[in-house]
């Protein structure tokens, strides 16, 4: 299993991003893709999940109505979208993925499989 994460920058604090990550790898479609966030001496955080075999959703609860998460089937990309971003939003984010899941969650030790990370900055 394989995931690229990117689109992270430096945005002004109001403005969205998109970020994607490409998974690859599963043999059958049924797992769960979580976006994480770590800020500089923090611990990483759970911040959004789905589940590919319903698309079902979990967000963090003051994370909702700001953050969405989607998937690209045909590409099998997934994205979060971010908007009304905030200085304390800056971070690095990750995406991961866990296989054959009952439901997806958003703990950091559910995951299996992680990409590499993309810079989050939010000035003021």
């Known amino acids: 299993v394989h995931l690229v994460d990117s689109g992270g920058g430096l945005v002004q604090a109001g403005r969205s991003l998109r970020l994607s990550c490409v998974v690859s790898?599963?043999?059958?479609?049924?797992?769960?893709v979580g976006w994480f966030r770590q800020a500089p001496g923090k611990e990483r955080e759970g911040v959004s999940c789905?589940?590919?075999?319903?698309?079902?959703?979990l967000y963090k609860e003051s994370l909702k109505g700001r953050f969405t998460i989607s998937r690209d089937n045909a590409t099998n990309t997934f994205y979060l979208q971010m908007s009304n971003l905030k200085p304390e939003d800056t971070a690095v984010y990750f995406c991961?993925?866990?296989?054959?899941?009952?439901?997806?969650?958003?703990?950091?030790?559910?995951?299996?499989?992680w990409g590499q990370g993309t810079q989050v900055t939010v000035s003021s």
């Open positions: 991961a993925a866990k296989a054959l899941t009952i439901g997806c969650m958003l703990g950091r030790y559910d995951y299996d499989f």
């Open positions: 790898g599963f043999l059958f479609d049924n797992y769960a």
């Open positions: 789905i589940r590919t075999s319903d698309a079902s959703t």
